[in-house]
Protein backbone atom coordinates (compact mmCIF):
# COMPACT_ATOMS: atom_id res chain seq x y z
CA UNK A 1 0.00 0.00 0.00
CA UNK A 2 2.72 2.08 0.36
CA UNK A 3 3.52 1.98 -3.04
CA UNK A 4 1.38 4.99 -3.57
CA UNK A 5 2.77 8.10 -3.55
CA UNK A 6 -0.10 9.47 -1.19
CA UNK A 7 -0.29 6.34 1.10
CA UNK A 8 3.42 7.14 1.66
CA UNK A 9 2.91 11.38 2.61
CA UNK A 10 0.18 9.37 4.84
CA UNK A 11 2.38 7.36 6.87
CA UNK A 12 5.37 9.93 6.74
CA UNK A 13 2.53 12.45 8.38
CA UNK A 14 1.14 9.82 10.91
CA UNK A 15 5.04 9.10 11.86
CA UNK A 16 5.52 12.34 12.30
CA UNK A 17 2.64 13.01 14.51
CA UNK A 18 3.51 10.29 16.62
CA UNK A 19 7.12 11.35 17.07
CA UNK A 20 6.02 14.88 18.12
CA UNK A 21 3.57 13.17 20.77
CA UNK A 22 6.18 10.72 22.06
CA UNK A 23 9.02 13.93 22.64
CA UNK A 24 5.91 16.14 23.66
CA UNK A 25 6.66 15.82 27.85
CA UNK A 26 10.24 16.19 27.10
CA UNK A 27 12.14 18.68 29.76
CA UNK A 28 13.77 21.77 27.86
CA UNK A 29 17.37 22.47 27.59
CA UNK A 30 18.96 25.49 26.96
CA UNK A 31 22.81 26.54 25.79
CA UNK A 32 23.59 29.88 25.92
CA UNK A 33 26.51 31.63 24.71
CA UNK A 34 28.32 33.82 27.61
CA UNK A 35 31.83 35.62 27.33
CA UNK A 36 33.94 32.35 28.96
CA UNK A 37 32.19 29.80 26.84
CA UNK A 38 28.90 27.95 26.59
CA UNK A 39 26.30 26.76 29.15
CA UNK A 40 24.00 23.83 28.64
CA UNK A 41 21.09 23.68 31.21
CA UNK A 42 18.55 21.30 32.26
CA UNK A 43 16.95 20.57 35.71
CA UNK A 44 15.91 17.63 37.31
CA UNK A 45 16.19 14.73 35.40
CA UNK A 46 16.69 11.31 36.79
CA UNK A 47 18.62 10.33 33.65
CA UNK A 48 21.83 11.99 32.46
CA UNK A 49 20.68 14.37 29.20
CA UNK A 50 23.82 16.60 28.69
CA UNK A 51 26.91 14.80 26.92
CA UNK A 52 30.07 15.41 25.80
CA UNK A 53 31.18 14.70 22.44
CA UNK A 54 34.63 16.03 22.02
CA UNK A 55 37.18 18.38 23.29
CA UNK A 56 34.82 21.77 21.78
CA UNK A 57 31.40 19.86 21.37
CA UNK A 58 28.50 19.37 23.68
CA UNK A 59 25.26 17.41 22.75
CA UNK A 60 21.57 17.90 25.02
CA UNK A 61 18.90 15.47 23.62
CA UNK A 62 15.21 14.47 24.67
CA UNK A 63 13.86 11.44 23.12
CA UNK A 64 14.32 7.33 23.42
CA UNK A 65 17.02 6.49 25.60
CA UNK A 66 18.08 3.44 23.27
CA UNK A 67 17.99 6.28 20.10
CA UNK A 68 19.84 8.97 21.81
CA UNK A 69 22.57 6.59 22.73
CA UNK A 70 22.87 5.29 19.14
CA UNK A 71 23.13 8.58 18.25
CA UNK A 72 25.44 9.81 20.56
CA UNK A 73 27.56 6.82 20.10
CA UNK A 74 27.63 7.58 16.42
CA UNK A 75 28.47 11.08 17.03
CA UNK A 76 31.56 10.50 19.61
CA UNK A 77 32.93 7.57 16.80
CA UNK A 78 33.04 10.05 14.27
CA UNK A 79 34.32 12.87 16.37
CA UNK A 80 37.18 11.01 17.86
CA UNK A 81 37.94 9.04 14.44
CA UNK A 82 38.47 12.34 13.10
CA UNK A 83 40.23 13.72 15.84
CA UNK A 84 42.63 10.75 15.71
CA UNK A 85 43.44 10.35 12.03
CA UNK A 86 43.56 14.20 11.29
CA UNK A 87 43.68 16.71 14.40
CA UNK A 88 41.51 18.08 16.96
CA UNK A 89 41.13 21.36 15.22
CA UNK A 90 39.57 19.11 12.12
CA UNK A 91 36.35 17.71 13.88
CA UNK A 92 33.80 20.21 13.10
CA UNK A 93 30.16 20.18 14.74
CA UNK A 94 28.66 21.93 11.15
CA UNK A 95 30.49 18.76 9.17
CA UNK A 96 29.56 16.07 11.44
CA UNK A 97 25.75 17.09 11.74
CA UNK A 98 25.37 18.11 8.30
CA UNK A 99 27.27 14.99 5.92
CA UNK A 100 26.30 12.35 8.94
CA UNK A 101 23.53 12.82 11.14
CA UNK A 102 21.18 14.26 9.61
CA UNK A 103 21.36 12.30 6.06
CA UNK A 104 21.10 9.58 8.24
CA UNK A 105 18.01 10.48 10.49
CA UNK A 106 16.59 11.40 7.47
CA UNK A 107 16.49 7.94 6.02
CA UNK A 108 15.78 6.56 8.89
CA UNK A 109 12.77 8.44 9.25
CA UNK A 110 11.53 8.17 5.54
CA UNK A 111 11.93 4.13 4.99
CA UNK A 112 8.73 3.97 6.96
CA UNK A 113 8.98 0.16 7.03
CA UNK A 114 12.20 0.50 9.32
CA UNK A 115 12.20 2.59 13.18
CA UNK A 116 12.85 6.81 12.94
CA UNK A 117 15.27 7.47 15.39
CA UNK A 118 13.02 9.36 18.56
CA UNK A 119 15.17 11.97 19.35
CA UNK A 120 15.67 15.33 19.12
CA UNK A 121 19.46 17.05 19.83
CA UNK A 122 20.92 20.25 20.40
CA UNK A 123 24.61 20.37 19.71
CA UNK A 124 26.91 23.60 20.56
CA UNK A 125 30.60 23.91 19.51
CA UNK A 126 32.81 26.86 21.55
CA UNK A 127 34.93 28.96 18.99
CA UNK A 128 37.60 31.36 20.52
CA UNK A 129 34.66 34.32 20.40
CA UNK A 130 31.02 34.77 21.21
CA UNK A 131 30.26 35.44 17.70
CA UNK A 132 32.19 31.64 16.58
CA UNK A 133 29.84 30.03 18.76
CA UNK A 134 28.06 27.49 16.51
CA UNK A 135 24.57 25.83 18.01
CA UNK A 136 22.43 23.38 15.78
CA UNK A 137 19.70 21.54 16.76
CA UNK A 138 19.04 18.24 14.64
CA UNK A 139 15.36 17.00 14.10
CA UNK A 140 14.22 13.48 14.22
CA UNK A 141 13.51 13.95 10.44
CA UNK A 142 16.94 15.20 9.74
CA UNK A 143 15.93 18.67 9.94
CA UNK A 144 18.32 21.27 11.11
CA UNK A 145 18.10 24.62 12.73
CA UNK A 146 21.44 26.76 13.35
CA UNK A 147 21.93 30.35 15.13
CA UNK A 148 23.43 31.44 12.21
CA UNK A 149 21.70 34.64 10.37
CA UNK A 150 19.58 33.70 8.03
CA UNK A 151 17.57 36.30 5.63
CA UNK A 152 15.02 35.58 8.56
CA UNK A 153 16.25 35.84 11.80
CA UNK A 154 19.58 37.66 13.06
CA UNK A 155 22.40 35.60 14.83
CA UNK A 156 21.37 34.32 17.98
CA UNK A 157 23.89 33.44 20.61
CA UNK A 158 22.23 30.96 22.46
CA UNK A 159 20.14 27.90 21.78
CA UNK A 160 17.12 25.93 22.83
CA UNK A 161 15.56 22.74 22.97
CA UNK A 162 11.80 21.29 24.25
CA UNK A 163 8.79 18.83 24.20
CA UNK A 164 7.00 20.87 22.01
CA UNK A 165 7.19 24.13 19.45
CA UNK A 166 5.35 26.45 21.48
CA UNK A 167 7.13 25.56 24.55
CA UNK A 168 10.64 26.14 22.67
CA UNK A 169 8.92 29.62 20.81
CA UNK A 170 8.54 30.69 24.01
CA UNK A 171 12.48 30.06 25.53
CA UNK A 172 13.86 31.62 22.44
CA UNK A 173 11.77 34.84 22.74
CA UNK A 174 12.53 35.29 26.54
CA UNK A 175 16.24 34.64 25.77
CA UNK A 176 16.59 36.46 22.44
CA UNK A 177 15.20 39.91 24.54
CA UNK A 178 17.03 38.85 28.42
CA UNK A 179 20.51 37.73 27.31
CA UNK A 180 23.77 39.11 25.95
CA UNK A 181 26.51 37.03 24.25
CA UNK A 182 29.25 39.07 26.47
CA UNK A 183 27.22 38.18 29.65
CA UNK A 184 28.89 36.72 32.84
CA UNK A 185 28.51 33.29 33.53
CA UNK A 186 26.35 34.17 36.36
CA UNK A 187 24.06 36.32 34.29
CA UNK A 188 23.99 33.70 31.83
CA UNK A 189 22.90 31.20 34.20
CA UNK A 190 20.34 32.81 35.40
CA UNK A 191 18.74 33.70 31.94
CA UNK A 192 19.51 29.99 31.12
CA UNK A 193 16.92 28.80 34.15
CA UNK A 194 14.56 31.27 33.54
CA UNK A 195 14.49 29.66 30.08
CA UNK A 196 14.25 26.16 31.09
CA UNK A 197 11.33 27.18 33.75
CA UNK A 198 9.70 29.66 30.90
CA UNK A 199 9.97 26.40 28.44
CA UNK A 200 8.95 23.95 31.62
CA UNK A 201 5.96 25.87 32.42
CA UNK A 202 4.49 25.60 29.17
CA UNK A 203 5.07 21.89 28.58
CA UNK A 204 2.66 21.95 31.96
CA UNK A 205 0.09 24.34 31.08
CA UNK A 206 -0.16 24.21 27.05
CA UNK A 207 -3.36 26.28 26.89
CA UNK A 208 -1.07 29.29 28.13
CA UNK A 209 0.25 32.04 25.37
CA UNK A 210 2.89 34.59 25.88
CA UNK A 211 5.36 35.17 28.43
CA UNK A 212 4.58 34.53 32.47
CA UNK A 213 5.16 36.85 34.47
CA UNK A 214 8.15 37.84 36.18
CA UNK A 215 6.93 36.19 39.31
CA UNK A 216 5.60 33.11 38.12
CA UNK A 217 8.87 32.61 36.44
CA UNK A 218 10.25 32.62 39.99
CA UNK A 219 7.80 30.89 41.57
CA UNK A 220 8.15 28.04 39.31
CA UNK A 221 11.40 28.20 39.46
CA UNK A 222 12.53 27.81 43.10
CA UNK A 223 9.27 25.34 43.24
CA UNK A 224 10.78 22.67 40.67
CA UNK A 225 14.61 23.38 42.34
CA UNK A 226 13.26 22.83 45.92
CA UNK A 227 12.68 19.15 44.72
CA UNK A 228 14.61 18.01 41.49
CA UNK A 229 18.50 18.95 40.63
CA UNK A 230 20.34 21.25 38.14
CA UNK A 231 22.28 19.64 35.02
CA UNK A 232 24.74 21.86 33.81
CA UNK A 233 27.69 21.31 31.67
CA UNK A 234 30.58 24.10 30.35
CA UNK A 235 32.50 23.98 27.17
CA UNK A 236 34.71 26.68 28.45
CA UNK A 237 36.46 29.29 25.80
CA UNK A 238 40.03 28.90 27.42
CA UNK A 239 42.01 27.42 24.92
CA UNK A 240 44.89 26.36 27.28
CA UNK A 241 43.28 22.69 27.50
CA UNK A 242 42.13 20.78 24.81
CA UNK A 243 39.40 19.39 26.56
CA UNK A 244 36.83 22.30 26.95
CA UNK A 245 33.68 20.36 28.34
CA UNK A 246 33.15 20.15 31.81
CA UNK A 247 30.26 19.13 33.97
CA UNK A 248 29.11 21.08 36.71
CA UNK A 249 27.44 19.95 40.07
CA UNK A 250 24.54 20.94 40.91
CA UNK A 251 26.12 22.07 44.67
CA UNK A 252 28.52 24.54 43.10
CA UNK A 253 25.67 26.12 41.34
CA UNK A 254 23.00 26.50 44.07
CA UNK A 255 24.98 29.72 45.60
CA UNK A 256 25.25 31.55 42.15
CA UNK A 257 21.07 32.05 41.37
CA UNK A 258 19.50 34.90 42.27
CA UNK A 259 16.45 34.44 44.49
CA UNK B 1 17.20 -0.57 3.35
CA UNK B 2 20.72 -0.56 4.65
CA UNK B 3 21.99 2.22 6.53
CA UNK B 4 24.45 4.55 5.45
CA UNK B 5 27.68 2.73 6.44
CA UNK B 6 29.71 6.10 7.09
CA UNK B 7 27.68 7.35 10.24
CA UNK B 8 26.57 4.19 12.21
CA UNK B 9 27.91 1.53 13.49
CA UNK B 10 25.27 -0.65 15.35
CA UNK B 11 27.57 -3.22 16.45
CA UNK B 12 27.85 -2.04 20.11
CA UNK B 13 29.65 -4.88 21.44
CA UNK B 14 32.83 -3.54 22.89
CA UNK B 15 32.18 0.20 22.00
CA UNK B 16 34.46 1.47 24.48
CA UNK B 17 37.67 0.24 22.63
CA UNK B 18 39.00 2.58 20.75
CA UNK B 19 41.82 0.69 18.76
CA UNK B 20 39.01 -1.70 18.04
CA UNK B 21 37.19 1.10 16.52
CA UNK B 22 40.09 2.40 14.86
CA UNK B 23 40.85 -1.41 13.59
CA UNK B 24 37.01 -1.84 12.22
CA UNK B 25 37.28 1.31 10.74
CA UNK B 26 40.66 0.42 8.89
CA UNK B 27 42.94 3.08 10.33
CA UNK B 28 44.96 1.21 12.68
CA UNK B 29 47.33 -2.02 11.20
CA UNK B 30 45.85 -5.28 13.30
CA UNK B 31 48.22 -7.48 15.64
CA UNK B 32 50.44 -9.12 13.43
CA UNK B 33 50.94 -12.72 14.40
CA UNK B 34 55.35 -13.23 14.47
CA UNK B 35 55.89 -16.11 11.66
CA UNK B 36 56.55 -19.72 13.31
CA UNK B 37 60.23 -20.46 11.94
CA UNK B 38 60.86 -22.52 9.38
CA UNK B 39 62.83 -25.32 9.61
CA UNK B 40 66.59 -24.63 8.16
CA UNK B 41 66.32 -21.03 7.49
CA UNK B 42 68.88 -19.16 9.79
CA UNK B 43 67.20 -17.52 12.76
CA UNK B 44 67.52 -13.54 12.58
CA UNK B 45 68.16 -12.36 16.36
CA UNK B 46 66.44 -9.63 17.49
CA UNK B 47 68.49 -6.71 18.25
CA UNK B 48 67.22 -4.42 20.79
CA UNK B 49 67.45 -0.45 19.77
CA UNK B 50 65.69 1.69 22.21
CA UNK B 51 68.12 4.46 21.26
CA UNK B 52 67.25 6.53 24.28
CA UNK B 53 67.49 7.21 28.09
CA UNK B 54 64.15 8.24 29.58
CA UNK B 55 64.06 7.45 33.85
CA UNK B 56 61.15 8.26 36.31
CA UNK B 57 60.61 7.91 40.16
CA UNK B 58 58.79 8.38 42.93
CA UNK B 59 59.79 11.83 45.54
CA UNK B 60 58.28 13.49 47.78
CA UNK B 61 56.28 15.66 45.19
CA UNK B 62 54.70 12.71 43.16
CA UNK B 63 56.48 11.22 39.97
CA UNK B 64 59.09 12.49 37.84
CA UNK B 65 59.83 11.64 34.72
CA UNK B 66 62.67 12.75 32.35
CA UNK B 67 64.10 11.89 28.79
CA UNK B 68 66.88 13.40 26.58
CA UNK B 69 66.00 14.95 23.61
CA UNK B 70 68.17 13.21 21.21
CA UNK B 71 66.92 11.08 18.51
CA UNK B 72 69.28 8.51 16.20
CA UNK B 73 68.92 6.06 13.24
CA UNK B 74 72.57 4.03 13.80
CA UNK B 75 75.12 5.82 14.53
CA UNK B 76 73.66 9.62 12.72
CA UNK B 77 72.02 11.78 14.90
CA UNK B 78 68.90 12.45 13.45
CA UNK B 79 67.15 15.25 16.00
CA UNK B 80 68.58 16.96 19.14
CA UNK B 81 64.99 18.08 20.37
CA UNK B 82 63.14 15.21 20.32
CA UNK B 83 59.89 14.98 23.44
CA UNK B 84 59.89 11.79 24.37
CA UNK B 85 57.95 12.40 27.43
CA UNK B 86 54.24 12.37 26.48
CA UNK B 87 51.27 13.83 28.51
CA UNK B 88 48.48 10.96 27.68
CA UNK B 89 45.43 12.72 29.66
CA UNK B 90 45.76 15.29 32.66
CA UNK B 91 47.05 12.84 35.22
CA UNK B 92 49.00 9.89 32.85
CA UNK B 93 52.52 10.00 31.17
CA UNK B 94 53.97 8.20 28.53
CA UNK B 95 58.03 7.73 28.29
CA UNK B 96 59.16 6.43 25.29
CA UNK B 97 62.19 4.31 24.40
CA UNK B 98 61.86 2.70 20.66
CA UNK B 99 61.23 3.13 17.59
CA UNK B 100 59.37 6.52 17.23
CA UNK B 101 57.06 6.23 14.80
CA UNK B 102 55.38 3.23 16.70
CA UNK B 103 55.75 5.01 19.62
CA UNK B 104 54.35 7.99 19.04
CA UNK B 105 51.24 6.30 17.30
CA UNK B 106 51.09 4.59 20.91
CA UNK B 107 51.03 7.71 22.43
CA UNK B 108 48.52 8.86 20.36
CA UNK B 109 46.07 5.61 20.28
CA UNK B 110 46.64 5.42 24.02
CA UNK B 111 45.74 9.20 24.42
CA UNK B 112 42.16 8.83 22.62
CA UNK B 113 41.41 5.69 23.96
CA UNK B 114 41.17 7.51 27.67
CA UNK B 115 39.57 10.16 26.64
CA UNK B 116 36.91 7.48 24.30
CA UNK B 117 36.14 5.54 27.10
CA UNK B 118 35.37 8.92 29.47
CA UNK B 119 33.07 10.19 26.88
CA UNK B 120 30.81 6.89 25.81
CA UNK B 121 31.14 5.32 29.32
CA UNK B 122 30.58 8.43 31.39
CA UNK B 123 33.63 7.87 33.62
CA UNK B 124 36.99 7.84 34.03
CA UNK B 125 38.91 4.71 32.86
CA UNK B 126 40.52 2.99 36.14
CA UNK B 127 44.58 3.44 36.64
CA UNK B 128 44.55 -0.43 36.05
CA UNK B 129 42.61 -0.16 32.96
CA UNK B 130 44.85 2.49 31.29
CA UNK B 131 47.62 0.39 32.95
CA UNK B 132 45.97 -2.78 30.71
CA UNK B 133 45.30 -0.75 27.39
CA UNK B 134 48.85 0.20 27.33
CA UNK B 135 50.22 -3.47 27.68
CA UNK B 136 47.68 -4.45 25.02
CA UNK B 137 49.04 -1.78 22.22
CA UNK B 138 52.52 -3.27 23.00
CA UNK B 139 50.86 -7.29 22.67
CA UNK B 140 49.46 -6.46 19.62
CA UNK B 141 52.81 -4.82 18.44
CA UNK B 142 54.93 -7.84 19.07
CA UNK B 143 54.47 -9.36 15.81
CA UNK B 144 56.36 -6.27 14.35
CA UNK B 145 59.11 -6.26 16.88
CA UNK B 146 59.85 -9.70 16.10
CA UNK B 147 60.33 -8.86 12.71
CA UNK B 148 62.88 -6.31 13.83
CA UNK B 149 60.84 -3.29 13.41
CA UNK B 150 58.78 -0.77 15.76
CA UNK B 151 60.36 -1.92 19.63
CA UNK B 152 58.84 0.50 22.27
CA UNK B 153 59.11 0.02 25.81
CA UNK B 154 57.84 2.74 27.57
CA UNK B 155 57.37 4.00 31.12
CA UNK B 156 54.14 4.72 32.16
CA UNK B 157 53.33 6.85 35.23
CA UNK B 158 49.83 8.38 36.81
CA UNK B 159 48.52 9.33 39.92
CA UNK B 160 45.31 7.53 41.00
CA UNK B 161 42.78 8.58 43.79
CA UNK B 162 41.08 5.15 43.74
CA UNK B 163 41.46 4.15 46.65
CA UNK B 164 43.92 6.33 48.09
CA UNK B 165 45.09 9.08 46.51
CA UNK B 166 49.25 8.05 45.49
CA UNK B 167 51.72 8.23 42.71
CA UNK B 168 51.61 5.09 40.56
CA UNK B 169 54.55 4.21 38.12
CA UNK B 170 55.04 1.02 35.68
CA UNK B 171 57.22 -0.41 33.30
CA UNK B 172 56.88 -2.93 30.71
CA UNK B 173 58.75 -5.20 28.28
CA UNK B 174 58.43 -5.31 24.72
CA UNK B 175 55.57 -8.12 24.91
CA UNK B 176 53.52 -6.04 26.88
CA UNK B 177 54.33 -7.53 30.39
CA UNK B 178 53.63 -4.89 32.65
CA UNK B 179 55.37 -3.88 36.32
CA UNK B 180 54.82 -1.75 38.71
CA UNK B 181 57.85 0.09 40.32
CA UNK B 182 58.56 0.48 43.55
CA UNK B 183 60.93 3.53 43.45
CA UNK B 184 62.30 4.20 40.41
CA UNK B 185 62.23 2.98 36.36
CA UNK B 186 64.46 3.60 33.49
CA UNK B 187 64.69 1.86 30.03
CA UNK B 188 66.50 2.86 27.05
CA UNK B 189 69.76 2.33 26.13
CA UNK B 190 71.64 4.20 28.79
CA UNK B 191 69.04 2.36 31.25
CA UNK B 192 71.77 0.26 32.96
CA UNK B 193 73.86 3.20 34.12
CA UNK B 194 70.84 5.20 35.41
CA UNK B 195 69.45 1.78 37.16
CA UNK B 196 72.61 1.75 39.15
CA UNK B 197 72.62 5.43 40.09
CA UNK B 198 68.64 5.77 41.09
CA UNK B 199 69.92 2.11 43.29
CA UNK B 200 72.87 3.55 44.96
CA UNK B 201 70.63 7.31 45.66
CA UNK B 202 67.75 5.04 47.33
CA UNK B 203 69.70 3.17 49.38
CA UNK B 204 72.77 5.21 50.12
CA UNK B 205 72.40 8.49 48.96
CA UNK B 206 71.87 11.10 51.10
CA UNK B 207 67.73 10.36 51.41
CA UNK B 208 66.32 7.57 49.81
CA UNK B 209 64.43 9.01 46.65
CA UNK B 210 60.50 9.17 47.98
CA UNK B 211 61.93 11.93 50.27
CA UNK B 212 63.86 14.29 47.96
CA UNK B 213 62.21 17.82 47.46
CA UNK B 214 61.54 18.71 43.93
CA UNK B 215 65.05 20.37 43.13
CA UNK B 216 67.04 17.72 44.94
CA UNK B 217 64.82 15.22 42.35
CA UNK B 218 65.61 17.22 39.45
CA UNK B 219 69.49 17.20 40.61
CA UNK B 220 69.38 13.37 40.45
CA UNK B 221 67.05 12.84 37.24
CA UNK B 222 69.99 15.50 35.13
CA UNK B 223 73.22 13.81 37.24
CA UNK B 224 71.51 10.37 35.90
CA UNK B 225 70.89 11.60 32.54
CA UNK B 226 74.22 12.89 32.15
CA UNK B 227 75.70 9.87 33.30
CA UNK B 228 73.82 7.98 30.86
CA UNK B 229 75.43 10.20 27.88
CA UNK B 230 78.84 9.56 29.24
CA UNK B 231 78.88 5.96 27.68
CA UNK B 232 75.44 5.87 25.16
CA UNK B 233 76.37 7.44 22.61
CA UNK B 234 72.60 7.02 21.98
CA UNK B 235 71.70 9.45 24.42
CA UNK B 236 71.55 13.47 24.49
CA UNK B 237 72.27 13.63 28.28
CA UNK B 238 72.23 17.74 28.42
CA UNK B 239 73.74 19.56 25.56
CA UNK B 240 76.10 22.15 27.26
CA UNK B 241 76.80 24.17 23.58
CA UNK B 242 72.97 23.97 22.95
CA UNK B 243 71.66 25.10 25.72
CA UNK B 244 69.76 21.72 24.90
CA UNK B 245 68.04 20.64 28.09
CA UNK B 246 65.90 17.12 29.35
CA UNK B 247 62.39 17.24 29.08
CA UNK B 248 61.20 16.63 32.99
CA UNK B 249 57.89 16.38 33.84
CA UNK B 250 56.06 15.72 37.06
CA UNK B 251 53.07 14.29 37.71
CA UNK B 252 51.29 14.78 41.34
CA UNK B 253 47.78 15.08 42.44
CA UNK B 254 46.74 18.37 40.84
CA UNK B 255 47.96 17.06 37.12
CA UNK B 256 50.70 17.22 35.36
CA UNK B 257 53.68 20.19 35.26
CA UNK B 258 56.57 20.45 32.52
CA UNK B 259 59.64 21.91 34.27
CA UNK B 260 60.26 25.13 32.38
CA UNK B 261 63.96 25.39 30.88
CA UNK B 262 65.27 27.89 33.08
CA UNK B 263 64.17 25.96 36.30
CA UNK B 264 66.16 22.87 34.80
CA UNK B 265 69.08 25.65 34.02
CA UNK B 266 69.06 26.61 37.21
CA UNK B 267 69.58 23.42 38.82
CA UNK B 268 71.69 22.07 36.25
CA UNK B 269 74.18 25.33 36.70
CA UNK B 270 73.98 24.86 40.62
CA UNK B 271 74.30 21.27 41.13
CA UNK B 272 75.70 19.12 37.87
CA UNK B 273 77.74 21.39 35.72
Known amino acids: MIEEPYRWV ?3 ANRREYIEAQLAPGSPIAAVGYRDGILFLTVGQTRQKLFEIYDRIAMGAIGHPGDIERLRM ?53 GESPNEDLFLRVEYDGEIATNGGTHAQARQDFAVLSGTRQSRELMEAFLKSQHAPDASFEVALNSALDAWSIGHMSLQDGDANGQPERAAILKHRQEQLATRGIEAAVLERDSSRAIRYRSLSDTELRSLIHE | MERSSVAFDQNLSGAADFPALLRRKGLLASAVIPPMPQAGTPQKTWQPTEATTILAFKFSGGVLVAGDRRATAGNTVVYDRADKVLEIDRHSIMAIAGVPATAW ?31 KLLRDNFG ?11 IFATYDSHPKPEARLYFYDAMGAQFEAADYAATGSGSPAVRGILYYENNWGRKPLHKLSEEEAVSVALRALDTAAESDTSTGGVDRGGKIYPIIKIVSREGITTLPESKIAAVFKETVA
Request: aromatic residues 10%; proline residues 3%; charged residues 20%.
Open chain 1, 10 to 12: EAI
Open chain 1, 74 to 126: AAIELASTEGFTRSAADVSLRRLVHYSLSPVMKSAFEQVYGAPYLARMLFAEV
Open chain 2, 105 to 135: EMARVLEHSFQFFRRTQLQEMSVDGKVRALS
Open chain 2, 144 to 154: LVMQGVGVVVP
